[in-house]
């Protein structure tokens, strides 16, 4: 039995000699990962070099019909922006909104809830208008009430005063 822990012990103590053995020391490991950083970047400009190159090809084996339904997607996609853009605009003008304010708080998809957004915009507006900057009691004066303690307190610490 101890013959058997003996050889274990060794078979497990020659694995750990040669995993100390492969590990490289930090100098190493450095230059280890400087060289396959290198390795990487060359294998990222190849891929983009190829990425690009099948694109062209793709590009090329297109047939006209397929060139012209990608420009008509194009198109339609334009011309479905400048709608919802117009609309956008058709709305904030006609609710009083400027056009920086239409840019950030009209964001609806549809007439409706453009039109939403912009009542709410307007009504706030108008309250804000209405009210104005004002400040309850900002500018007058108010004189506080003798107190008896206040005047303990001035007496006291004043007596000829």
């Known amino acids: 039995m101890t013959e058997a822990t003996t050889t274990e012990a060794t078979a497990t103590g020659a694995e750990a000699t040669t995993e100390t053995e492969q590990q490289p020391k930090s100098t190493d490991t450095v230059d ?9 970047e060359k294998q990222a400009k190849a891929n983009a070099d190829a990425a690009k190159r099948l694109a062209e ?3 090329s084996q297109k047939t ?3 060139k012209a ?3 008509l997607a194009a198109a339609e996609k334009d011309a479905a922006t400048a ?17 920086e304010h239409a840019d950030l708080y009209l964001t609806g998809t549809d007439e409706e809830s453009l039109t939403k957004q912009a009542k709410g915009l307007a009504d706030l507006a108008a309250t804000r208008k209405k009210q ?7 500018g007058s004066s108010s004189t506080a009430a003798p107190n008896d303690e206040r005047t303990f307190v001035r007496e006291l610490f004043n007596p000829g005063g």
């Open 132 to 138: 104005g900057n004002h400040v309850p009691r900002e």
């Open 57 to 59: 090809i793709e590009e």
């Open 69 to 71: 339904a990608d420009r």
């Open 64 to 66: 006209e019909a397929q």
């Open 32 to 40: 280890y990962w400087k060289q396959r950083s290198r390795e990487n």
């Open 83 to 99: 709608r919802s853009e117009a609309l956008r605009l058709r709305i904030a003008a006609k609710h009083g909104i400027s056009d």
